[in-house]
């Protein structure tokens, strides 16, 4: 299966059409640290992180993992971890994943500029859950609650998102 992802603020996921919101930048071929674009292209989701204390743990077969306070991601294009999870203290910089708002209370790990990593061509791309009135993300797709949850628990290993 194939989540499809447009600029045009929907989603489809098993014949279901789906409101997300997507990066600032729109949706771009060429990305770059913190042009607060989508990245085009089919990428696997490599694993789900939550807050346990907000949300309970979702149904999927990906690897999964509770986030804590001191759970950051490394954003920092010259650093050995980057675009990679880190912890706090970190010398480099760092997106904290513990947020005060709900977006990252449940995420997955889109498969973007990871393997291998090329410093500056982006980083911390998550499909997570939006803000109530699906204002743009950095980057990533955001997606309400329930849907994400739907979209995690039919997830099989051979899926992609595709974007763009």
């Known amino acids: 299966m194939t989540l499809t992802v447009g600029a045009d603020g929907r989603a489809a996921w098993r014949g279901r059409v789906l409101r997300c919101a997507i990066g ?3 949706i771009a071929r060429a990305k770059a640290e913190g042009d607060g674009a ?7 989701l490599r694993r789900v992180l939550f ?13 999964r993992a509770a986030i804590a306070p001191a759970d950051l991601w490394c954003d920092a294009p010259e650093d050995a971890l980057y675009n990679r ?7 480099a910089r760092a997106e904290p994943l513990w947020r005060a708002d709900a ?3 449940l995420l997955a790990v889109i498969g973007f500029n990871d393997d ?7 980083s911390a791309i998550f499909l997570h859950v939006a803000r109530p009135d ?11 609650p329930t849907d994400l949850r739907d979209i995690l628990a039919g997830w099989q ?3 992609r998102i595709a974007i763009g």
């Open 103 to 105: 977006c990252y209370d």
């Open 116 to 122: 291998p990593v090329v410093a500056g061509a982006g």
């Open 38 to 44: 989508t990245p085009a292209g089919r990428f696997p």
């Open 85 to 91: 999870a880190v912890r706090h203290p970190y010398p």
């Open 157 to 159: 290993p051979d899926d």
């Open 134 to 144: 699906y204002a743009p993300t950095e980057g990533c797709v955001a997606l309400a």
């Open 51 to 63: 807050r346990a204390d907000r949300v309970a743990a979702p149904d999927t077969a990906l690897p």
């Open 24 to 26: 600032r930048g729109g």
